[in-house]
């Protein structure tokens, strides 16, 4: 067969393009960062970074970040709150400490899962459950041994970095064991357990899910009830309804309630820092009137978390208590509960402003084509 210059160049240029397709794939699917180890009957995975609470409070995003992390994507805590909106998410149920959680009352963590470049599959077994407990421990031991951590959890979650004794045993990271830092063998059967099972084959655009996360910020704001949690607005205000009620009470109610609010107040600080970080991140994606409005609300949350809800003197646990910080004969006094009081209600205008300024990056977005 003869070939021309002319011939040539449609060839050429498909091999270019193929080239160019077989790049982009690799790009999309990184090298993963974990090694599969093994001592007897014992198989482990390096290359997983755990979490402690004080870093990163929402252990269902935090788990999800540090597998796509150690499986060599870049997805960041702060993004996959954004993007879920729980970094905008303010409920309370009383002082429950299971307000804050992604997946109580207005889940969360359907939408940052919705961000991950990978597929994941959820089982769940009561622990007398012979069979169906059988099933999830291979399911486990296959993960491991494909270098993927499994994501596991009850009240809060961690992660599965390998297994002993055939399975019947896993070794994992949690942040509230030795601040997610030292593997240990798990005891007890988790409530269920996420595993991800590979690369989405298509992802929505970042565009619509980060356009998403806003309107939901704003719908949270102002949508009163979800699921017997007070949402948005409202549950700023009963907060600090709930706080002045506990002024006036005895020390043995007060004393009760230290946990749950130390909990939802340290969480609604650190996760309107992460929404500052992530609005940042995304304000150069828009048109520049909405960039304004986002980095404007930035700022504003910003303001909240470092300047307002805590400060360069007194961070989160200095302004609420946890039982465990009180000395004997110490109690949570009520001049204390004041001065957090003052501060809520310092920041719920800052709240507002902000929601207002997502409202107005919308308004930009939405008349573009």
């Known amino acids: ?38 001592e007897g009957d014992r198989v482990w995975l390096e290359g997983v970074t755990g979490w402690s609470v004080g870093e990163q409070e929402s252990s269902v995003t935090a788990a999800q970040a540090a597998i796509m992390q150690a499986l060599g994507y870049s997805t960041s805590y702060d993004y996959l709150l954004g993007v879920s909106g729980l970094a905008f998410r ?21 939408n940052s899962m919705k961000a991950l470049p990978w597929q994941a599959k959820s089982y769940g077994a009561n622990p007398d459950d012979a069979e169906k407990v059988k099933e999830i421990r291979q399911v486990v031991m296959a993960s491991i041994d494909h270098g993927v951590p499994v994501q596991y959890g009850s009240e809060e979650d961690g992660v599965i970095i390998g297994y002993q004794k055939n399975g019947d045993e896993w070794i994992c990271l949690h942040p509230y064991r030795d601040g997610g830092k030292k593997p240990f063998v798990e005891k007890e059967w988790p409530w269920g357990i996420t595993v991800y099972t590979g690369p989405k084959e298509t992802l929505p655009a970042p565009r619509d ?22 949402l948005g607005y409202a549950a700023w205000e009963a907060c600090i309804a709930n706080l002045k009620t506990l002024e006036k ?32 991140e995304i304000a150069a994606q828009y048109p520049p009137a909405a960039a304004n409005h986002l980095r404007r609300a930035a700022d504003l949350y910003d303001e909240m978390a470092s300047r307002v809800l805590t400060d360069k003197e007194h961070s ?24 957090q009081v003052e501060r809520l209600e310092k920041a719920l205008p800052l709240e507002k402003a902000a929601i207002g300024e997502i409202q107005q990056a919308l308004a930009v977005i939405d008349q573009q084509p």
């Open 316 to 339: 989160v646990v200095a302004v609420a208590l946890y039982p465990w910080m009180l000395k004997a004969g110490e109690q949570w006094r009520p001049e204390q509960i004041q001065s």
């Open 1 to 38: 067969m003869r070939f021309t210059i002319n011939s040539l160049v449609p060839l050429f240029m498909l091999l270019v393009m193929s080239s160019l397709s077989a790049l982009a794939v690799e790009k999309e699917q990184p090298a993963m960062k974990t090694t599969i180890q093994r």
């Open 90 to 110: 303010m409920q309370v149920n009383g002082f429950c400490g299971s307000s804050p959680h992604a997946s109580c009352g207005y889940s969360c963590s359907d």
């Open 209 to 230: 899910l980060q356009v998403a996360s806003l309107r939901q910020a704003v719908t949270m704001a102002t949508a009163q009830k979800t699921d017997g949690y007070d």
């Open 249 to 280: 009470a005895d020390e043995k109610t007060r004393a009760g309630e230290m946990q749950g609010n130390a909990w939802i107040y340290e969480c609604l600080a650190q996760y309107r820092g992460s929404a500052a970080r992530y609005l940042r």
